[in-house]
């Protein structure tokens, strides 16, 4: 073997094995200014001050049996800067940041397996539908960096809270001046007597501060917020410590007023609340509601909705409040274990910012008791849990800032391409601030082939059509639809692999958008529909494979 200080030729230099920055553009968390270098086959780790001089490092240590020296650079240099230039010099076959790796923190909660938001390991849900691992808010990874503060308030404007339920009683927010203070007073002067752990607007013109919920639904959410974590009961929430307000509104029927949503909103916004929780919509454009929200937004918040549950387009059909055009207003659809769009899910590429887990979520309920549902509501208190986190960690943060990185470190999914402007939540990446790498499971990201597949521009009733596609050689194939608009539910398109086995189906609106993915190299697909409306139909204009 070759010393360190011989030269290398031409066509040695033409063999380096340069691992690229692209590989470390989510930029994991790593030893500041420290890299893993491995030498070439032919070169030997010698001394100390030859290496340093050699590779215009400090040499922190060395790993002989490897070929591997571990250097120190300057913390301000650029990783890829230093991973290009180390890469350039002949001797070296491998540049790596020194990564930092943890355990994962996994809380004592017996019922945390039921999570499948917080940690899909592949396990059934509620409705013994199998998951794939990884689709998930990385909260395990998070959890290793933050588990949430007391300092922080979060609002729930729903239906109340359970604060005597077992998971949420040591995580309810207190009015300290109404709980030290004279029952039957209002002794912080805020109009409202004795609001201690929330208040109630159900009677807006009556407001009370029985605020305990009758429904279940807003302690669902509270749960997924702040469960108590690592104590040995039930579930655990994204923060294991918090303090959560209940903000009642909404009755034991589930509904309530612009009257109550008005008041409710102003309460959790002057009561202190930075994070605002709303798992709720319907009713028109409402100037004074978008007002309200807008208070919340000059006093610092962030205020997260629910994109609705309606399987419709934000984009063409706003639903309210989310798509308000507020800007700490964050928008959420709802995801399923397999990282596919929920069926009831509003979507909206332009108006609903990002997707979380939303389908057969395990939380706290009434009494003392836990049940499993669904909806972009249980979607949206995953990222309000997050908004949550992330203050603890950042106290400083703006509403605004709790927004766009939320935004900026999502991760994209395929099951949500084109329903979404961002993409996948992800706790890990928007504490560390970074971006999760693309999906390798997304057809976006696979080499094509053209294809020209298409229905009549409008199709016929009672249509029952079969087309095939094929890419010999290919392990997996999605056909892509640069238009798709078929009845919802009552037409569509089913996809058999070669063995006739259905793998899925594709139904309603889904421009810009990828087929389920088939396994080998060829796909069929059977269009069928109904004599009740014939819509404009499909036009796949690209295969992806792998």
């Known amino acids: 073997m070759r010393g360190l200080i011989g030269r290398a030729s031409k ?12 590989a470390f553009a989510g930029q994991p968390e790593a030893v500041p200014g420290e890299y893993i270098v491995k030498l070439k086959d032919n070169y030997a780790v010698s001394s100390v001050n030859v290496m340093r001089q050699e590779l215009g490092s400090f040499v922190k ?14 913390v301000f240099e650029l990783t890829d800067s230093v991973v290009k230039t180390l890469s350039q ?17 996994v809380p004592n909660d017996p019922m945390f397996g039921q999570l499948w938001g917080m940690q899909n390991t592949g396990q059934k849900d509620s409705e013994a539908k199998v998951g794939v691992a990884g689709v998930d808010i990385g909260a395990t990874q998070a959890w290793d960096i933050e588990t949430g503060s007391k300092d922080v308030i979060v609002a729930v404007v729903d239906t109340g809270i359970n604060y005597n339920h077992p998971d949420l009683k040591d995580n309810v927010w207190t009015n300290t001046a109404e709980l030290n203070g004279k029952a039957g007073v209002d002794d912080d002067n805020n109009g409202i007597i004795d609001d201690i752990y929330g208040a109630s607007f159900v009677d807006a013109a009556k407001p009370t501060g029985n605020n305990l919920d009758d429904h279940g639904h807003g302690s ?21 410590n918090v303090r959560i307000m209940g903000v009642k509104f909404l009755g034991a029927d589930g509904s309530g007023s612009l009257e109550g949503a008005l008041a409710a909103i102003d309460y959790a916004t002057k009561m202190g609340a930075k994070v605002i929780s709303n798992s709720w919509g319907g009713g028109g454009y409402s100037e004074t509601l978008k007002q309200a929200i807008q208070r919340s937004n000059d006093a610092g918040a962030i205020f997260v909705a629910a994109a609705g549950n309606e399987s419709n387009n934000n984009d063409t059909n706003p639903t309210y409040p989310a798509s308000y ?12 274990n397999r990282g596919q769009i929920a069926s009831f899910s ?19 309920i009434t009494g003392s008791n836990y049940d499993s549902w669904s909806g972009t509501s249980m979607a949206t208190p995953h990222v309000s849990g997050m908004a949550a986190l992330l203050l603890a960690h950042e106290p400083n943060i703006t509403g605004l800032q709790i927004k766009e990185r939320i935004i ?22 928007m504490l560390t601030n970074t971006q999760p790498q693309p999906d390798p499971a997304d057809p976006a990201n696979w080499a ?15 249509a029952n059509e079969t087309y095939e596609v094929r890419v010999p050689g290919a392990k997996q194939v999605s056909v892509y639809f640069q238009t798709f608009d078929t009845e919802r539910d009552y037409d569509k398109i089913s996809f058999y692999d070669s063995t006739g086995k259905l793998v899925g189906t594709m139904s309603g609106k889904n421009d810009d958008s990828f087929s389920p993915v088939v396994d080998g190299e060829y796909v069929k697909m059977v269009f069928t529909s109904d004599d009740s409306v014939q819509r404009n139909g499909f036009t796949a204009v690209k295969a992806a494979y792998r």
């Not at 999502?410 to 993409?423: C, E, N, Q």
Request: glycine content about 10%; aromatic content about 6%; some cysteine.
């Open 220 to 240: 669902h959410c509270s749960g997924t917020i702040g469960a108590r974590g690592d104590d040995g009961k039930g579930i655990v929430g994204v923060n294991w």
């Open 325 to 336: 055009d507020v800007p700490n207003v964050l928008s959420v659809a709802a995801i399923d």
């Open 408 to 429: 900026a470190t999502s991760r994209p999914l395929a099951g949500i391409r084109g329903k979404v402007r961002a993409g996948f939540v992800n706790a890990y990446a």
């Open 89 to 105: 010099n002949p001797m070296v076959d491998i540049v790596e940041p020194n990564f930092i790796y943890r355990i994962n923190k």
């Open 448 to 462: 094509t082939v053209d294809i020209n597949v298409q229905s009549a521009h409008p199709y016929a009733p009672k």
């Open 11 to 22: 066509v040695a230099a033409l063999c380096l094995t340069l691992v690229a920055f692209n």
């Open 61 to 74: 240590s060395t790993i002989p049996g490897q070929n591997i020296v571990v250097i120190k650079r300057p």
């Open 346 to 364: 509003n979507y909206g590429a332009k108006t609903v910012h990002v997707a979380a887990p939303g389908v057969n979520i395990y939380s706290s």
